[in-house]
């Protein structure tokens, strides 16, 4: 397939793996941090890691939409679908994300309230526009990749005189989690986390741009490196993160400028910040309550806001004990230090959101590793 | 038939509970509409059983409930694909089949021309495969109760002497042919939901298979596995093998056949081919030494015509299939879990 099969060319593969292990001094290791899900998921598709060198470590990161999301916004989610009886529209990896004692909305569907997976926010509308006398909420979930399609939809439904429809807001930001994780590291995760440089977003990246990222490398001292989801983008990127650290640079590099530039899509950035506004903290899966990093809506589109239309109750919410999603969603553990991964949670029955979504790196691990014995690096070059 | 005979409105009618209902509405129903478009002459007996005699030898019975949404998609519909799909599973034991049924599931107020389209739909595919429809059931479920109309089909075949074909045969060192490309049908279907719809060219692979096994058993008899990679694509029926046979797979990426513009639509949804339905696609196991032999019968026939050897069968006792990737690497093609689903981020 054109302008796809030319960043998945093998030989090019076997170029750059040589220059990485080139690169890579033999005395050190290098802790790479993937920011997001979708490389995760490259990594583990294209068999990446069998070309990196054993010096080279990938770090899984919390740019999973679906995995961060606190337990306690999906019960709220399920309470509205099944007490207050809304026409629920969800994405589809979040009906089966399990929420307090393994609730989840495709369960809740099953006993009967009106959950719907859509594949865009037009769909929600398209379902409020044919059911005028039904309440219909879109549950709202993503990194800034996803923001600017709610926040159309709230002025689409606005303009059509829509009143039925409303949003379920949890957008998060992206450059508030990864200061987040450098500044104010878990303190069980002292010595355990370990990050020498950062893949940046690709996707997240083309509509905030690269300059986000900027004050945060120069802080933190961290080099980043804007990646694309494609597996060459990734092993092109780590080569550029391993020569920064080796000249000790802490910059904002841009692999991936086929789409992303510095600045972003100011178009959509506007847009959003027309309808959504900061919140002074959100909660995070893994990460806790993080300052500046979730989105509401503005009071100006009240009307459209579900947590103002409807009352949800107080309530306590649980993650399964012992499931270390939040662990990894940190970079402080791997799947397989889980005691749970691949005994009782699997993809068939997750017990954790990080085991659910195709971007979760529990799900990765299994689908594509489960039981491999990493071949060695000149091997599958070869 | 006398147009004054034509009681059921073909053009503007649609489904009522007097459909089911056993009684003159009913009866017109299966007359004008099932017994007009399936005629044969077992059917025409007009019995509730249809009667014929059995040849000698091993019969394969294999049934299929068809409930897909939208009923019409690119290259097919519903009642060609009940056809196809059991006619399929038949042949997948190597047989020759001879007769299928079908029993309708009709929803209150589904319109008549739609149901009508779907039986001539069926009937061509029959007349097609050369495999009639000999007996059937109608019933009709209140309106919300139903999706417009489900069919459950069966069908009856015989196994040609010295044919042996079982799952559990897979061995190591046995080679993995594929008939052709896969993931067409389930893009297709995608690009035609309510929801989802986009412009394509890709029509769905829904086709009846017998032929291409029976020449694939006569010149091979000695094929072990054969399979139709439907639900779950090419990705669960091979797990499905490997966990039968506990035995491992080694695929070649670069050697699956996917058409560019399944390969386009999935690479935007963010789906996996390997994942995606096929139904007019078999997987074939043979001995190494067969495969070349095999892979030029099959490239014979129309609907072998891209076959390819896609892997082999290896020793692994956690009977994963693994796969060597364009890229380079190396990844193991897992079960699906749930539902393949578009990424979010």
């Given amino acids: 397939m054109k302008y796809v099969d030319e960043f998945r060319d093998r030989d090019l593969a076997a170029t750059l793996a040589k220059a990485i292990r080139k690169e890579a001094d033999p005395a050190r290791h290098y802790y790479l941090m993937e920011f997001c899900g979708g490389h995760t998921h490259a990594i583990f598709r294209y068999g990446v890691q069998d070309l990196m060198p054993d010096n080279v470590t990938f770090v899984h990161g919390p740019g999973c939409p679906v995995c961060v999301l606190p337990v306690r916004r999906l019960d709220d989610a399920v309470e509205l679908a099944e007490r207050h009886g809304v026409i629920l529209c969800t994405y589809g990896d979040m009906m089966r994300v399990p929420g307090t004692k393994q609730r989840s909305l495709i369960r809740a569907k099953a006993d009967g309230a009106d959950v719907r997976m859509v594949y865009s926010t037009a769909d929600a509308l398209k379902i409020a526009r044919n059911n005028p006398d039904r309440e219909v909420v879109f549950f709202a979930i993503g990194f800034e990749t996803t923001t600017p399609p709610t926040a159309v939809a709230i002025l689409q439904a606005e303009a059509e005189g829509l009143t039925n429809f409303s949003v379920f807001c949890n957008h998060v930001l992206t450059p508030a989690a990864i200061g987040h994780v450098l500044g104010s590291p878990d303190p069980r995760d002292l010595e355990k986390v370990r990050i020498d440089g950062f893949l940046g977003p690709s996707h997240v990246s083309a509509v905030i741009g690269s300059r986000p990222y900027e004050a945060g490398a120069e802080l933190y001292r961290k080099p980043v490196v804007i990646a694309g989801f494609e597996p060459l983008d990734v092993m092109q990127s780590v080569l550029m993160l391993i020569r920064q650290i080796n000249e000790g640079r802490n910059e904002v590099e841009n692999q991936y400028t086929r789409v992303v530039t510095r600045e972003g899509n100011k178009k959509a950035q506007d847009l959003v910040a027309s309808v959504l506004e900061l919140r002074r903290e959100f909660e995070w899966r893994g990460l806790g309550t993080v300052p500046d990093s979730g989105l509401k809506i503005r009071d100006r589109y009240a009307a459209f806001d579900a947590e103002k239309r409807f009352e949800v109750s107080e309530k306590v919410s649980r993650e399964v004990k012992s499931c270390e999603c939040p662990a990894i969603l940190r970079g402080a553990k791997k799947p397989t230090d889980c005691k749970l991964f691949g005994t009782v949670c699997t993809p068939e029955s997750p017990m954790g959101s990080c085991m659910v979504s195709s971007e979760g790196a529990c799900a990765a691990y299994w689908s594509y590793g489960r039981f491999r014995t990493p071949a060695k690096a000149e091997e599958a070059v070869a | ?345």
């Avoid at chain 2, 099959?298 to 890229?327: C, K, Q, S, W, Y």
């Fill in chain 2, 1 to 345: 038939m006398n147009k004054m005979d034509e009681t059921v409105s073909f053009r503007t009618g649609s489904v009522d509970m007097t459909h089911g209902g056993g009684g003159r509405a009913m009866a017109e129903l299966i007359r004008d509409l099932f017994h007009r478009h399936l005629a044969n002459p077992i059917l025409d007996q007009g019995h509730d059983a249809a009667l014929f005699d059995v040849p000698a030898g091993r019969l394969v019975l294999s049934t299929d409930g068809h409930v897909i949404s939208p009923l019409f998609f690119p290259g097919g519909d519903i009642g060609s694909l009940a056809v196809h799909g059991t006619v399929n599973d038949v042949a997948m034991a190597g047989a020759r089949p001879l007769y299928l049924t079908a029993g309708f599931i009709l929803e209150e107020g589904f319109p008549l021309a739609d149901l009508e389209r779907i039986v001539m739909s069926m009937a061509c595919a029959a007349n097609e495969a050369g495999v009639p429809i000999v007996t059937g059931d109608t019933k009709v479920v209140e309106k919300g109760k139903g999706d417009g109309v489900f069919i459950t089909t069966t069908g009856l075949g015989v196994v040609p002497d010295g044919v042996h074909i079982a799952t559990e045969k897979a061995r190591p060192g046995q080679a993995i042919l594929l008939s052709g490309s896969v993931g067409d049908h389930g893009v297709a279907i995608l690009s035609s939901r309510e929801n989802l719809e986009f412009e394509t060219e890709i029509h769905s692979d829904s086709a009846a298979l017998h032929t291409l096994v029976a020449d694939m058993v006569r010149d091979v008899p000695g094929i072990s596995v054969l399979r139709d990679p439907t639900r779950g694509g090419l990705a669960a029926t091979l797990n499905e093998i490997a966990r039968a046979a506990r035995v491992g797979m080694l695929l070649d990426e670069a050697a699956i056949p996917v058409k560019p513009d399944v390969a386009a639509a999935c690479e935007l949804l963010g789906l996996d081919p390997l994942y995606v339905a096929n139904e007019g696609k078999l997987i074939c196991l043979c001995e190494a030494a067969d495969a070349e032999h095999l892979l030029a019968v099959m490239r014979r026939h129309p609907h072998g015509a891209d076959a390819a050897l896609i892997g082999e069968v290896v020793e692994d006792g956690n009977a994963l299939v693994r796969m060597r990737t364009g890229f380079g690497g190396q990844r193991v093609v897992d079960w699906l879990a749930g539902e393949q689903l578009p990424r979010i981020c």
